[in-house]
Protein backbone atom coordinates (compact mmCIF):
# COMPACT_ATOMS: atom_id res chain seq x y z
CA UNK A 1 0.00 0.00 0.00
CA UNK A 2 1.34 3.56 -0.90
CA UNK A 3 0.36 4.91 2.72
CA UNK A 4 2.35 1.96 4.23
CA UNK A 5 5.36 2.80 2.13
CA UNK A 6 5.15 6.42 2.84
CA UNK A 7 4.71 6.12 6.98
CA UNK A 8 7.69 3.55 6.52
CA UNK A 9 9.90 6.10 4.55
CA UNK A 10 9.11 8.59 7.20
CA UNK A 11 10.27 5.99 10.19
CA UNK A 12 13.18 5.78 8.06
CA UNK A 13 13.78 9.45 7.30
CA UNK A 14 12.85 10.63 10.98
CA UNK A 15 11.95 14.43 11.50
CA UNK A 16 14.65 15.56 9.69
CA UNK A 17 13.45 14.11 6.49
CA UNK A 18 10.00 16.12 6.86
CA UNK A 19 12.15 18.86 6.65
CA UNK A 20 13.98 17.86 3.23
CA UNK A 21 10.52 16.42 1.90
CA UNK A 22 10.67 19.31 -0.96
CA UNK A 23 13.78 18.77 -1.83
CA UNK A 24 13.21 14.86 -2.03
CA UNK A 25 10.22 15.29 -4.08
CA UNK A 26 12.25 17.05 -6.35
CA UNK A 27 15.09 14.56 -6.56
CA UNK A 28 12.09 12.27 -7.01
CA UNK A 29 10.52 13.95 -10.07
CA UNK A 30 13.37 14.67 -11.39
CA UNK A 31 14.79 10.80 -11.56
CA UNK A 32 11.23 9.90 -12.50
CA UNK A 33 11.65 12.44 -15.80
CA UNK A 34 15.16 10.82 -16.59
CA UNK A 35 14.35 7.68 -15.61
Known amino acids: D???????LFM???TVGIYDLPHLRNKL????RWG
Not at 3 to 8: A, G, K, N, V, Y
Not at 29 to 32: K, L, P, T, Y
Open 2 to 8: VTDFISH
Open 29 to 32: AMNR
Open 12 to 14: QLG
